[in-house]
């Protein structure tokens, strides 16, 4: 009976053990954030280098017409 009891008993903090909350990372997924801020990077100077005429004509259109 006692051998059934100690059984019982490991298998009760196996079960316990494997059940609790785990600490979570907070720290995220920090290579993915790079890869986005990189991939944002980027894309935009790639639409700067295709637009950039444009982009300096509108500025231009825009301050002209506020003085």
């Given at each position: 009976?006692?051998?059934?009891?100690?059984a019982l008993?490991?298998?009760?903090?196996?079960?316990?053990?494997l059940?609790a909350?785990r600490?979570?990372?907070?720290?995220?997924?920090v290579p993915?954030?790079?890869?986005?801020?990189?991939?944002?990077?980027g894309?935009v100077?790639?639409?700067?280098?295709?637009?950039?005429?444009?982009?300096?004509?509108?500025?231009?259109?825009?301050?002209?017409?506020?003085q």
């Amino acid at each position: 009976m006692e051998h059934l009891d100690a059984a019982l008993l490991r298998l009760h903090l196996v079960l316990l053990t494997l059940t609790a909350p785990r600490e979570r990372d907070e720290r995220g997924d920090v290579p993915g954030w790079v890869l986005v801020t990189v991939m944002t990077a980027g894309l935009v100077m790639m639409i700067w280098k295709v637009a950039d005429q444009q982009l300096t004509q509108m500025l231009n259109s825009a301050l002209a017409k506020v003085q």
